[in-house]
């Protein structure tokens, strides 16, 4: 840096340290992205959907994975060549869960909510990074004939009691991108508009819990209310869903309040503190996102 003032070279070192620093935040970024692709899609993964999910060129995605290989949070199976959670990344989350583990918080309150109602309920938890919501907790119905939200079964938040209850309290750019990506429902239904979904979710907001029938399974009802962690933020929903041949239009209030009461006792247990002003049954003010 010769002929340069004592003034220039720090000003270069500066740039020099910006452009290292805005390189690794980026790299960063981009591990993050590409392990909670691994968490939600499951499964083996080729390096061709990991570029197409995360939009990077599959030469940045193919560099990434070798690195996170290195330490044994990816690993990649020899006979597909395909990559999948390493077992460094399964010992990690295991002692995450250990500390906050959501199954012995919300399933005694999930089955004194199935004892009530003698039907299946679920706690689904929120994924913001793909909008879609994934079945943590279940407690199953004693009836022979029911449909079961499966733990880890894994749908857009667009569809069902279950996941409008949560979009109901997401921020309105979430919204518009979870109608943007709904496609048909699980059970064939065709996608929504922005105009009625916005009118559906004001719907569910004053009711201050959803109702749905054969969105997701075929013949089934089901009924759902958003759960808040200790932030405010939407954190899941909890729900009942039950065959529509068990259904009578004179128990939807009984089956309404008891999914508001429960939600909202789990809501409490997670730490959330509900504002003085309002009630079990009345809407709710949109909260943050999980980001």
């Known amino acids: 840096m010769a002929g340069l003032t004592s003034d220039d070279r720090l000003s270069a070192c500066t740039k020099k340290d910006s452009k290292v620093s805005e ?4 790299t960063v970024v981009r591990v993050v992205r590409l392990l909670q692709c691994v968490a939600e899609m499951g499964g083996e993964i080729s390096v061709k959907e990991f570029a197409q999910r995360l939009s990077l060129p599959p030469s940045t995605v193919h560099r990434l994975l070798k690195l996170l290989m290195t330490q044994g949070l990816i690993e990649q199976r020899a006979t597909t060549q395909r990559y999948r959670a390493g077992r460094e990344l399964f010992r990690i989350s295991s002692l995450i869960t250990r500390q906050i583990d959501l199954d012995e918080i919300a399933r005694p309150i999930l089955e004194a909510l199935r004892d009530a109602c003698h039907e299946t309920c679920y706690f689904a938890m929120y994924l913001p990074a793909s909008r879609r919501f994934v079945g943590t907790v279940v407690a199953r119905s004693p009836h022979p004939l029911g449909y079961h939200f499966e733990p880890l079964m894994e ?98 209030k009984q089956l309404a309040n008891l999914v508001i009461g429960k939600a909202n006792e789990l809501s409490k247990a997670l730490g959330y503190y509900e504002p003085a002003d309002e009630t079990a049954s009345a809407a709710t003010p949109a909260r943050r996102a999980r980001r």
Not at 23 to 26: F, G, L, V
Not at 206 to 231: H, K, L, N, Q
Request: proline share 9%; net charge negative; hydrophobic share 45%.
């Open 155 to 252: 749908q857009k938040v667009a569809w069902g009691a279950v996941g409008r209850c949560m979009l109901a309290y997401l921020p309105d750019d979430v919204v518009a991108k979870a109608v943007a990506e709904a496609g048909p429902s699980p059970a064939g239904n065709p996608p929504p508009t922005l105009k009625d979904m916005r009118a559906a979710l004001q719907d569910i907001r004053e009711r201050g819990y959803a109702s749905a029938e054969g969105e997701i399974f075929p013949e089934a009802i089901g009924f759902a209310r958003v759960v808040f962690d200790a932030d405010g933020n939407v954190m899941g929903s909890l729900g009942i869903t039950m065959p529509m041949m068990r259904y009578k239009p004179a128990m939807h």
């Open 23 to 26: 390189e690794a935040t980026s």
